[in-house]
């Protein structure tokens, strides 16, 4: 298989074109939010295109004035506004004055366009700053499933790139549109004032040139769409080979994924190349249409000045500027309605995220239980991913408040997801789950997160000193209660034993830190809330024996105080809990406590003895666990529950 095929993921997000014209609809409405400078800008551009046409009309008169000078016959100079110099000034003294109202016109027009570049850069930084934070804020509320849907390097493609892409049409496309046109109507009305008939001639081609822009506008389109695609997949492989490097070197892979990265990297050149193709065809063609204009102007505009019908400077000259003008400002168009391109498919993928409905979101008018105890109760719990195919069928179970309950079951039975239920990152697909008497989904999402202490399956650490990673939830804990979470969570000894202790900065998601400190910290983050729910998927999984023992101690010691969750294939952790549910395919198999559920010889006997055989193997005969009795050889489906874990994030 070609690294291509292998790294082809469907995008769903793009797949549905939005129509332009309700895209441009919305885009428009953004640019109304800024109006105000997006006014002073347009303004602020207006003056300076009025200024440097001023900036001509000085020039052309200084021609006049010189022409006059050398053939007294020539047309008499047009003073602007009627304003000659006395007939006693000399030539010297005329062209100074012209020379100095020069002088002041472009200082002016510098000032002018100072001022609005420092109002754009402003514009641009508030549109950016205000956009990614609405889209982060999105992102941030989305459910877990928008999530398993998206690419996260398409997601943060769209955080970082497309918001810029978007903003361009404010600046790139709105402001620019709207200097354009008051450049070009002044262009339009300065030349039919100095000549009906030529300025007729000189812009017949103009139509072409519109024509050109709506074409190149059409083309570009989808080229914009692939290739913004493109862009997340060299995303993609960059950041899983960034995170995955260990497995990268472990395997000798480095080829390969060079090879593959350079793969994406070419898709996209290529890509941009055809982009770079069609714009390169667009502009000399609307180059030589303006071209056309010049010539045109040249024979005719020339035939008028000799025979006196227009002034050299003040009629010619001023012409021929202002057509370079309109063939600027034409040439604009093709920037323009590349930008609009490019901003419409960005905004295309922003504005997905930013429609996307929040599945799991707090009700309108929340209910509050009196008193939060902790006490959970499921009733014909199912839940799908994938419509059709449940992960969990019909569960019913009730945890008591202050209760320590440990589930288990094979791996895929089910556990992560019951757990992602309770914590209400999905919703089931069928039945409710209530905590203290009022079902999940009537609470406010933020209140109920807040009783809920997590310990993830995979430890997440932010790149960030120990002591802040442990008051996460909490950033107002005192350096008393950081201490106090971490000697629970039996972290304290590393973390003194450290270079800089509590202020010892953690690497990037935690990479200095090996797997079963990393899960201490991650307990004791959760401890310092005191939450009235602790919920720990597999949270010993990495530690040793001794540490898991003094974890245990700590999980003890709060029974009763607050209902502990703990997802563990250990019989030696689950032995403590008051009740363990056993899933198994789905399904709640097998519920009661360690006694009870060894006398029913089922799944949990099974795990247990096939634990308690391994430990035969490992350990002296006089540390082997006090349900030894209960251990003889596994039977031949003694296998039912491999220790081994899935690394995986609800
Ligand atoms: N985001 C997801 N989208 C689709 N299927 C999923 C998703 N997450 C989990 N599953 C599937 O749901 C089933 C249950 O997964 P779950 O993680 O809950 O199992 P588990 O019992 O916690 O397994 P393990 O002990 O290996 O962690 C598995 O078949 C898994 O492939």
């Known amino acids: 298989m070609s690294p291509a095929a292998v790294d082809s993921r469907p995008n769903t997000a793009n797949e549905a074109q939005a129509p332009a014209r309700h895209l441009v609809l919305r885009l428009l409405g953004l640019a109304w939010r800024y109006r105000k400078k997006c006014l002073a800008v347009v303004f602020l551009n207006g003056f300076v295109a009025i200024l440097g046409l001023v900036g001509f009309q000085l020039t052309g008169l200084g021609i006049d004035v010189l022409r006059k000078a050398v053939d007294p016959a020539a047309p008499a100079v047009r003073w602007p506004l009627g304003y000659a110099p006395p007939e006693s000034w000399s030539l010297v003294a005329e062209l100074s004055t012209v020379a100095v109202m020069m002088a002041l016109m472009a200082v002016l027009s510098l000032a002018i366009k100072y001022w609005a570049a420092i109002v754009s850069a402003q514009l641009s930084q508030q549109i950016v700053i205000q956009l990614r934070t609405e889209v982060y804020d999105k992102l941030q509320r989305l459910s877990f499933r928008y999530f398993d849907d998206h690419d996260s390097s398409s997601l943060i493609n769209r955080v970082a790139g ?339 202790q509590y202020q010892n900065v953690v690497g990037e998601y935690g990479t200095n830190l090996s797997g079963g400190q990393k899960q201490r910290i991650s307990l004791a983050r959760a401890l310092i809330l005191r939450p009235p729910v602790l919920i720990l998927d597999d949270a010993t999984a990495a530690v040793d024996s001794e540490t898991e023992h003094a974890i245990q101690q700590t999980l003890d010691r709060l029974r009763g105080e607050r209902t502990v969750i703990l997802v563990s294939s250990r019989v030696s952790t689950l032995r403590h809990a008051d009740q363990i549910f056993v899933l198994n395919a789905g399904m709640l198999a097998e519920t009661g406590n360690h006694q009870e559920l060894m006398q029913k010889h089922g799944h949990y006997f099974q795990m247990a003895q096939l634990q308690a055989w391994e430990q035969t193997l490992t350990e002296p005969e006089d540390s082997l666990p006090e349900d030894r009795e209960a251990s003889s050889w596994p039977s031949a489906q003694g296998a039912a529950f491999p220790q081994t874990k899935g690394i995986r994030n609800v």
Not at 278 to 306: A, D, E, H, K
Not at 323 to 347: K, R, Y
Not at 438 to 444: I, M, N, P, T
């Open 162 to 500: 497309d918001v810029q892409a978007i903003r361009q049409f404010v600046d790139g496309v709105v402001i620019k549109c709207l200097v354009v046109v008051i450049t070009l109507a002044v262009c339009i009305v300065y030349m039919l004032r100095l000549n009906v008939g030529l300025t007729i001639a000189c812009l017949a081609t103009t139509p072409l040139l519109w024509w050109g822009a709506i074409w190149f506008a059409r083309v570009s389109r989808e080229q914009y769409l692939e290739a913004s695609k493109l862009g997340d997949e060299m995303v993609r492989v960059l950041s899983e080979n960034v995170q995955g490097i260990q497995v990268v070197k472990g395997f000798a892979a480095e080829e390969g994924q060079i090879e593959r990265f350079a793969e994406a990297n070419r898709r996209i050149v290529e890509h941009k190349f055809g982009i770079f193709w069609s714009l390169s065809l667009y502009q000399p063609i609307m180059g030589i249409l303006t071209q056309i204009n010049m010539l045109v102007l040249i024979g005719y505009g020339s035939y008028l000045t000799i025979r006196g019908e227009l002034p050299l400077g003040t009629g010619l000259f001023v012409f021929a500027n202002l057509l370079h003008e309109f063939a600027n400002q034409v040439g604009h168009v093709t920037n323009i309605a590349n930008s609009i391109q490019s901003s419409l498919t960005a905004s295309e993928r922003v504005f997905e995220i930013l429609d996307a409905p929040l599945e799991v979101d707090s009700p309108a008018s929340p209910q509050q239980p009196v008193q939060v105890r902790g006490e959970y109760v499921l009733e014909q719990v199912s839940f799908e991913y994938v419509p059709g195919k449940p992960v969990l069928k019909e569960i019913n179970l009730r945890i008591g408040s202050g209760q320590m309950v440990g589930i288990t079951g094979e791996t895929g039975a089910g556990k992560t997801t019951l757990l992602a239920l309770l914590t209400r990152f999905h919703d089931p697909t069928s039945g409710r789950i209530l905590l203290d008497g009022v079902d999940l989904k009537a609470w406010d999402l933020p209140l109920l997160r807040r009783q809920i202490g997590m310990v993830f399956q995979e430890s997440f650490l932010f790149s960030n000193t120990v002591s802040n990673n442990i008051a996460f939830g909490k950033p107002s804990a005192t350096l008393d209660e950081i201490e106090f979470a971490a000697r629970q969570a039996a972290a304290e000894e590393f973390i003194s034993a450290m270079p800089g």
